[in-house]
């Protein structure tokens, strides 16, 4: 469980084109509320979560959520969403498929895989609700209007879910080879 190793140039260059992957998801959105939206890029990072593992899913997360808040006008989240995606897709990525990708372990049976994915996604989405209204709090000063943005934030991660879990399992296949 304590596997150490170093990062090579293909883990690099997946979480690069992962962090891509859930800016650009992001981009699909709906706003609601002050600063909320709901959004595809929750839906690509806990694939990612469900498919690669803690890590991947982790850094994927947080560089592509702060790149989306850095380069479309949500400056002031960049940190927390860094924070917040990140914890959120190392949360969902170690529950659902541990730390790292791995095939030496080979394909966990579908039933057990589905409960640890599901439950990896539920503590997630825990974790990105609470980092949230603190975020908003922080930013708008309100915690009336933080309490207020709760909705879109749980049908962000409900999405987001019902992707990952829908999604994931269609992909396994083509990630084990």
């Known amino acids: ?19 891509a992957l859930c800016a650009m998801a992001t981009t699909i959105k709906i706003p609601f509320g002050v600063g909320a939206m709901v959004h595809l890029g929750t839906g690509a990072m806990l694939t990612v979560a469900l498919l690669f593992g803690g890590v991947y899913a982790g850094l994927s997360g947080a560089i592509g959520s702060a790149l989306f808040d850095l380069l479309l006008g949500f400056s002031p989240y960049t940190l927390w969403s860094f ?26 049976p579908f039933g057990k895989w589905l409960g640890r994915a ?19 709090w922080q930013v708008t000063g309100s915690l009336t209007v933080a309490l207020g943005n709760i909705p879109g934030s749980l049908m962000t991660s409900g999405a987001g879910i019902v992707i990952a879990l829908l999604l994931a399992p269609r992909l396994r296949k083509i990630v084990q080879k």
């Open 1 to 19: 469980m304590s596997e150490k190793r170093l990062f090579t140039v293909k883990d690099v260059v997946y979480i690069g084109v992962f962090a």
């Open 83 to 108: 924070i917040i995606k990140g914890g959120a897709g190392f949360i969902a990525g170690t529950v659902a498929h541990g730390i790292w990708p791995s095939k030496a372990a080979g394909p966990k």
């Open 118 to 136: 599901a439950l990896g996604c539920f503590l997630a989405a825990a974790w990105t609700l609470g980092g949230y209204i603190l975020a908003w």
